[in-house]
């Protein structure tokens, strides 16, 4: 999803988005309102970031800045999840490699991430799925390396 789709969605949950300078932070949520740091050079950066503001909205109760916590951390994990999924997504991933994205770079840009973001995600995936994932006729590969596969089924 791009910025601007995040944006809309944003709107119809009747959330406002402001971007403004807040340092430390790529993104703030509080209430019905989400803060998009002014200084991120790129909307792919920003729409990352409001993805997982989204997240937060959708998934996180309270105050959960102290990362000490562990109840937090659990917060902040499903949070980033949600994100991941808006965003990327397998489905995503298998539409890149349908598109020809052959890189993580090709994809990031396809999928209107950075690519850091991507593969955060894909450890994400990775770490739930485990060696690979399966996505309609498609195998989804995390180890030993990032691979899509399209399965060829037998016919007689």
Do not use: W
């Not at 790129?42 to 990362?67: F, R």
């Amino acid at each position: 999803m791009t910025y601007e789709e995040l944006l809309t969605i944003s709107d119809s949950e009747h959330l406002i988005v402001k971007e403004k300078n807040i340092p430390g932070y790529g993104g703030r949520i509080y209430k019905n309102r989400i803060a998009i740091n002014l200084s991120l050079p790129t909307k792919a950066e920003k729409s990352c970031i409001l993805a997982e503001e989204l997240g937060h909205h959708y998934t996180t109760v309270g105050n959960i800045l102290d990362q000490n916590d562990v109840m937090n951390r659990k917060q902040e994990y499903r949070a980033r999840l949600y994100g991941y999924n808006l965003k990327i997504g397998l489905i995503g991933i298998v539409q890149a490699y349908e598109a020809g994205c052959r890189s993580l770079y090709e994809m990031a840009e396809y999928l209107d991430a950075t690519a850091e973001y991507l593969k955060e995600a894909l450890d994400c995936y990775h770490s739930i799925h485990g060696v690979y994932a399966t996505v309609d006729n498609y195998i989804i590969f995390f180890e030993p390396s990032f691979t899509v596969m399209k399965t060829v089924s037998k016919t007689d």
